[in-house]
């Protein structure tokens, strides 16, 4: 996992042609209802 400025990172620590994919992930910063009994 990586936190920063992501082109920032991509150009001084990862080499051309050695990712395939990239997954961005953003949660859901919201609280739902039917979560409440957890």
Do not use: C, Y
Not at 8 to 27: D, G, Y
Request: hydrophobic share 35%.
């Amino acid at each position: 996992m990586i936190h920063g400025d992501a082109v920032e990172m991509l150009e001084q620590f990862i080499t051309k042609k050695s990712v395939e994919t990239i997954n961005i992930l953003f949660p859901d910063p919201w609280p739902k209802k039917r979560h409440r009994k957890r």
